[in-house]
């Protein structure tokens, strides 16, 4: 089985946290010694885990150009197994309102890695994305995630216009945000179970993609700047979603 490679302090801790056993190779430079290292070592001894000590320049190697910040983790792939109507299920008998995030052509990793973050801060259930256009969790999308990887179910699917009408079918509401759009995030009720979709920044959504949304809506632009990043505008939109289901 091949392995993925993790890099960084959050993106192993956040492994050795939640699947440790899943780690089976674990290097650190053995030039560090600080106190945040040492921290990381007993966390990462406690879970039996061995370390294997090498030099900076032997790291960097195994990073594959990705920054460690000393520390790189083989480990087998822990993604949830679940599908989006295993998840939609699992929702229902919580009794919770889905909150989802839907990327569509987002290849740049930093974009991913931030997407994830702001997803796990802001409660979302998952990330789901198509398995072709789009990145997938490297090692660069894991360190830029802070842990938020191992913690936000990332779902792939073959298409997404077609998840998007199987959500549509479970009652919730698939919303796009568009520049043009006559109606703000502000305008619009997202207390309901709701799929915020995000394009990629330039290209913006597919076509089949924004037509198969319930309603597209804007984010409001003050300054002289004419779009945000997708991971920004993910993160302002998911936040919409927190304020108005904490005002109810």
Not at 101 to 124: E, F, M, Y
């Amino acid at each position: 089985m091949a392995l993925q490679m993790l890099a960084g302090f959050h993106a192993v801790r956040a492994r050795i946290r939640h699947a440790a056993s899943s780690i089976k190779e674990l290097y650190i430079e053995e030039a560090r010694r600080d106190k945040r290292m040492q921290s990381f070592i007993e966390q990462a001894e406690s879970q039996g885990l061995k370390i294997v000590f090498v030099d900076k320049k032997r790291l960097d190697t195994i990073a594959r150009g990705v920054r460690h910040q000393g520390v790189v983790a083989m480990a087998t792939e822990a993604e949830l197994a679940m599908d989006v109507d295993e998840l939609l299920d699992l929702l229902e008998d919580k009794g919770e309102k889905p909150l989802l995030l839907l990327l569509d052509s987002v290849t740049d990793p930093h974009n991913l890695g931030a997407c994830l973050r702001s997803a796990d801060a802001a409660g979302c259930h998952a990330v789901i994305a198509p398995r072709d256009r789009a990145v997938g969790l490297n090692a660069t999308v894991r360190r830029v995630a802070c842990g938020a990887a191992e913690t936000t179910p990332y779902l792939t699917v073959t298409n997404l216009a077609r998840t998007m009408r199987s959500l549509k079918e479970r009652d919730v509401w698939v919303v796009g945000t568009d520049d043009q759009a006559e109606n703000s995030i502000h305008d619009i009720d997202v207390t309901r179970g709701i799929a915020w979709v995000m394009g990629a920044e330039g290209e913006g959504m597919r076509r089949l993609t924004r037509e198969t949304c319930d309603e597209l809506v804007s984010i409001p632009m003050i300054g002289s700047v004419e779009s945000l990043n997708v991971s920004v505008a993910s993160a302002v939109c998911l936040y919409e979603s927190v304020r108005q289901r904490r005002s109810v």
